[in-house]
């Protein structure tokens, strides 16, 4: 099963793609994680995306496609994955689609979380991550708005918007309420729960 989270930065996306694999028993694939991981590794690869990342821009396909295919080739991902921060523009969600083709996948659902600009703003200034300063938290709203939530429209058959307001369970549950029945039958661990 192949789920997607989308939403502007602050939205919760990766709160929300967390709780979802561990209840859904699928892997969590974060792109923003996988450059942090990077990052604070030192590997060349985060050394090579940090320039990016603090200026709220996006890190170049060539670096991101390789990362993001690696991570699911992984044998997590055998069990499904949901995504979070990939794709973030039209060419990556072409990209994913033939990447997933080929393994005979597809997308069964991408979850859109919709919150109000101004929450936004204030969510990620609380949070304090160091690529959380306003010009970048800015550069990151504007980047969201041109180049990724085109992908919604890419998606349209199977997008699900999602109230992302309020506190992180009620969010939870909505997100639960709205996936398609087969998405939770496929996606249950196999323990009889
Ligand atoms: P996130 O944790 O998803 O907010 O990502 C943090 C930063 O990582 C973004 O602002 C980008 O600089 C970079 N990044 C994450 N995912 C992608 C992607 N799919 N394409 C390009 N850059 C990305």
Redesign the pocket.
Known sequence: MGLLIVGP?GAG??TQATELAAVLNIAHV????L??SALAAATPLGTR?KR??DA??????EI?VAM?RERLADSDAARGFIL??????VG?AETLDDLLAVRGLTLDAVLELVVPDDVLVQRMLARGRS?DTEDVVRR?LE?YTQATAPILDHYRDRVVAIDGEGDVAKVRKRILDGLPPRVLAGGRPTDGR
């Open positions: 930065p996306k990766g974060s792109t923003g994680e450059f942090r995306a990016y990342m709220g821009e996006l890190v170049p396909d991101t993001l979070d921060g990939f794709p973030r523009t990556q690529d990151r980047v």
